[in-house]
């Protein structure tokens, strides 16, 4: 998993989390630590719009 220095809006918790539970025999983190121990901390997650429910509705 590639974890780059970029917007702390995108290193999120989840977004480890789900990198490392989708990993099926190893998981080989490629980055800064302190980007890591960044997203472990950032525990801020926005509300997604995704029309999602909208869109099931019409079907």
């Not at 989390?17 to 025999?25: D, E, F, M, Q, S």
């Not at 190893?26 to 980007?35: A, D, P, S």
């Not at 890591?36 to 509705?57: P, Q």
């Amino acid at each position: 998993m590639v974890v780059p220095p970029t917007s702390p809006m995108l290193l999120t918790r989840n977004l480890l989390y789900t990198g490392i539970t989708r990993a099926k025999k190893l998981l080989i983190i490629v980055g800064n630590e302190q980007v890591v121990k960044m997203m472990i901390g950032n525990v801020d997650s926005k509300k997604r719009n995704t029309g999602l429910a909208y869109k099931m509705e019409q079907e």
